[in-house]
């Protein structure tokens, strides 16, 4: 005989398990993947696989160098989030 609380701690297993799976999956996307993307020329995160020496596959996944930055935008200071590459070259354009 199943009990109500029996019930209750299997659903909160479950609800656990799947939401494991999701983020070591990376199905579920947090916000943040927001901030990791260049705001000027749209770098973003890289997916593909980790192949070990016996060819096994593994999911993994390669960030931009992205900072958060305040720059000139039509004689405006604006909050960006820039890759390393822009921020580089707004510097140069600036002197
Ligand atoms: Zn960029």
Same mark, same amino acid.
């Given at each position: 005989?199943?009990?109500? @609380?029996?019930?209750?701690?299997?659903? /909160?297993?479950?609800?656990?398990?799947?939401?494991?799976?999701?983020?070591?999956? +990376?199905? !579920?996307?947090?916000?943040?993947?927001?901030?990791?993307?260049? @705001?000027?020329?749209?770098?973003?995160? /890289?997916?593909?696989?980790?192949?070990?020496?016996?060819?096994?596959?593994?999911? +993994?996944? !390669?960030?931009?160098?992205?900072?958060?930055?305040?720059?000139?935008?039509?004689?405006?200071?604006?909050?960006?989030?820039?890759?390393?590459?822009?921020?580089?070259?707004?510097?140069?354009?600036?002197?």
């Amino acid at each position: 005989m199943l009990t109500k @609380d029996a019930i209750l701690a299997y659903v /909160v297993a479950l609800c656990y398990y799947v939401l494991v799976d999701f983020a070591r999956f +990376r199905i !579920w996307k947090p916000k943040e993947t927001t901030k990791l993307k260049c @705001d000027i020329c749209g770098k973003s995160p /890289v997916y593909g696989s980790n192949v070990s020496h016996s060819k096994r596959h593994t999911n +993994r996944s !390669w960030l931009g160098n992205i900072h958060p930055a305040t720059i000139m935008v039509d004689g405006k200071m604006k909050q960006l989030n820039l890759c390393t590459r822009c921020l580089r070259n707004q510097n140069k354009a600036a002197v």
